[in-house]
């Protein structure tokens, strides 16, 4: 068994953090789902999460993402440490 990864956050993902959760106070508890699945599987090798390697995202913008209903995170990982980046919405309007 692998030991759990720590999970830091950027100042902008604090900021839009904030954001989202200030319009949308039903998604409270989300960043600290996010934070435990992240800290447990961020490779998501028991395939339980919704968590996708992204194609030509460069190192520092998030090359994962992980979905959490409405919410996106957006991380890197670096050895044991996750660093999360982005944090937003989907919106319903997002591929029309």
Not at 10 to 38: C, I, N, S, Y
Not at 42 to 63: E, F, M, T, W
Request: glycine share 8%.
């Amino acid at each position: 068994m692998t030991p759990p990864f720590s999970v830091r956050t950027t100042p902008r993902f604090e900021r839009l953090a904030r954001g989202v959760l200030k319009g949308h106070p039903e998604f409270r508890a989300r960043p600290q789902e996010a934070t435990d699945v992240l800290r447990a599987d961020p490779y998501n090798r028991s395939r339980a999460h919704n968590i996708k390697k992204l194609v030509d995202v460069p190192a520092g913008d998030g090359q994962w993402r992980l979905a959490l209903g409405r919410l996106r995170f957006r991380y890197d990982i670096h050895g044991q440490q996750v660093v999360l980046h982005y944090c937003g919405l989907r919106r319903e309007d997002t591929y029309t």
